[in-house]
């Protein structure tokens, strides 16, 4: 069953997001739960990521509106790796294109004034090459955003989403792979913390770790590629800090999953980290959202 873009806005988030994941899960071939590729193209790396994973059909069909949601949230050169590298965004962008995706939306809630953040991160100079993809950045208004309810939410009950999320027929994740001082690391679930209206709230008022694994039970990307070309390692989320060139993307279906696998890349905050370490990512796998166990997975690793 495929959910229009009308059901999307009238029914709930929770409802829709899992019921065409559901879908997108039965529909793909069978595969590899991860993918791991290395590489120095971006472009190359991303495609073979995808490629591994069924394709990029498998996630989006013709029609379908599309929103990305990488990092830029800072007003930082790229360099810093405090943001995703903007060609794989680019180069997600354009294969949801090459799709034949009706829209293809980038959304982002910077920390800084939107139009600096996404100029000193790099984006802006990149998706010259793909004038038809639109950046929305969210107003701190209240008007791009609208509550829903978190079923079987510990911490969040609930929370106020982007509506250009709320409206889109595939949602895909591209965080990059950084430390933060609070989470541990900002990774794929992190990274949906961009998409909600209060974000103070989730350090302050909240348990910051179930929060975000509470949150994941509404955003629910259907597919996460974690941008690990270059990791910033300590003074995350907002650097500088020390960086390493990984030259790696790992892409999966079930964020959680890609999350345990992206803490083996490097050594985060100078430790080799688990998901001890960052426990929201063993509470959104007890919500559902991955497994963790690695060794119960299906991990490809390919050089592009």
């Known amino acids: ?169 595939v949602f895909i994740n591209i965080p990059v792979a950084k430390h933060h001082f609070q989470s541990g690391v900002s990774f794929g679930l992190k990274n949906h913390m961009g998409l909600i209206q209060d974000r103070q709230a989730f350090h302050t008022m909240l348990d910051l770790h179930q929060a975000i694994a509470d949150l994941g039970r509404v955003v629910k990307p259907h597919l996460t590629l974690l941008d690990a070309t270059r990791a910033l390692l300590t003074n995350g989320p907002a650097g500088p800090g020390e960086t390493v060139t990984l030259d790696k993307i790992v892409a999966g279906r079930a964020v959680a999953s890609v999350d345990a696998y992206g803490l083996t890349l490097a050594r985060f905050n100078q430790k080799q980290m688990t998901p001890a370490d960052a426990p929201h990512i063993q509470l959104a796998a007890k919500a559902g959202l991955g497994t963790i166990e690695l060794e119960k997975l299906s991990i490809k690793k390919l050089t592009a």
């Not at 997108?24 to 590729?37: M, N, R, S």
């Not at 038809?132 to 106020?160: I, M, N, P, R």
């Open 1 to 169: 069953m495929r959910f229009s873009r009308r059901t999307f806005i009238g029914g709930s988030l929770a409802f829709a997001a899992a019921a065409h994941h559901a879908e997108t899960f039965a529909a793909a071939a069978p595969g590899p739960d991860l993918v791991e590729v290395a590489g120095t193209d971006p472009a190359k790396m991303v495609s073979a990521a995808i490629d591994a994973l069924g394709g990029i059909g498998k996630f989006v069909r013709p029609g379908d509106y599309v929103v990305l949601k990488p990092n830029a949230g800072f007003a930082n050169p790229a360099a810093w790796g405090t943001t995703t590298n903007p060609d794989v965004v680019v180069a997600v962008a354009k294969l949801c294109l090459d799709a034949k995706a009706k829209q293809v939306l980038i959304v982002e809630y910077p920390q800084a004034k939107g139009e600096k953040c996404l100029e000193r991160c790099g984006l802006n100079a990149a998706l010259a090459a793909v004038p038809q993809v639109k950046v929305k950045v969210l107003s701190a208004t209240g008007a791009d955003f609208q509550k829903v309810e978190v079923k079987q939410g510990v911490a969040l009950k609930s929370v106020e989403v982007a509506k250009a999320l709320l409206s889109a027929d």
